[in-house]
């Protein structure tokens, strides 16, 4: 089955909206990823759907202002934690160095991690072959340490950062190309899957998740809005 996330990024404004918006995206290999103050909320109202949540720390406890640990996550019944997106990267200064540590207390505490990985547009620019090697470096040292146990319980995200929609000029990678790129990712790293995500929408999900190398998507903007997601979440829908 392929795995679709839901990434609401700061939104929506009110929990009434965001539980009307979980209720909307409550399908069986969907992933609801809301900011955290409405976890609990749509937790309560979710039937099908797993919880993500967009961020963690790397520490159980302890004085670190505006974190939010592990466990506390976990106690919250939350199953996936996104790790290493590129708004995080870029806008927040996120290192690889705090990217693989929060992987590692996430995974410590049964968490799964859904870590995004992706090459600004330079790179790209330069080739696929750059931005495979781009990649290598992110995964490796994103991952540095985990035992081979646990990377079965990672799913890697291929997000050109340049397909973000919220990028300047964004546009969705060619999926030939996106598909390349994650079937080489799988031969890097023995983890849960590769998805893609970078602009997907309801007219293009059936390019990408109709690929065999793709084994699901990242989704921002469109998640935003029912209609559209569940349209995503059909193609998405083996039609055996
Ligand atoms: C994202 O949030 O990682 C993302 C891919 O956003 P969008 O679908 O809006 O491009």
Redesign the pocket.
């Known amino acids: 089955m392929k795995l679709i996330a839901a990434?609401w990024?700061s939104n929506p404004d009110t929990a009434k909206t965001a539980e009307r918006l979980a209720l909307a995206e409550d399908y069986e290999g969907v992933i609801i990823i809301p900011p955290f103050q409405y976890l609990e909320r749509v937790r309560s109202v979710l039937k099908h759907a797993s919880l993500g949540a967009q961020n963690v720390f790397w520490e159980n406890g302890g004085p670190f202002t505006g974190e939010v640990s592990p466990s506390q996550l976990k106690n919250l019944s939350v199953s996936f934690v996104?790790a290493g997106?590129?708004?995080r990267r870029a806008y927040l200064g996120e290192t690889d160095d705090m990217i693989n540590k929060k992987i590692k207390a996430a995974l410590s505490e049964g968490l799964q991690v859904i870590l995004?990985v992706g090459e600004p547009i330079q790179i790209r620019k330069d080739g696929i072959r750059s931005a495979k090697d781009f990649i290598t470096n992110q995964i490796r040292y994103d991952l540095r340490g985990v035992k081979r146990s646990d990377a079965k319980k990672v799913i890697i995200?291929y997000?050109p950062i340049w397909?973000?929609?919220?990028?300047q000029n964004?546009e969705?990678d060619i999926p030939e190309e996106a598909a390349e790129i994650c079937a080489y990712i799988k031969n890097l790293v023995n983890v849960r899957g590769v998805i893609y995500?970078?602009?997907?929408?309801a007219k293009n999900a059936k390019e990408f998740l109709g690929r065999d190398d793709i084994d699901g998507?990242?989704?921002?903007?469109?998640?935003l809005k029912p209609k559209e997601f569940q349209k995503i979440v059909s193609a998405a829908t083996p039609l055996v």
């Open positions: 990434n990024k996104i997106h590129s708004e995004c995200t997000e397909a973000i929609s919220t990028s964004a969705p995500g970078g602009s997907v929408n998507a990242l989704v921002g903007g469109e998640s």
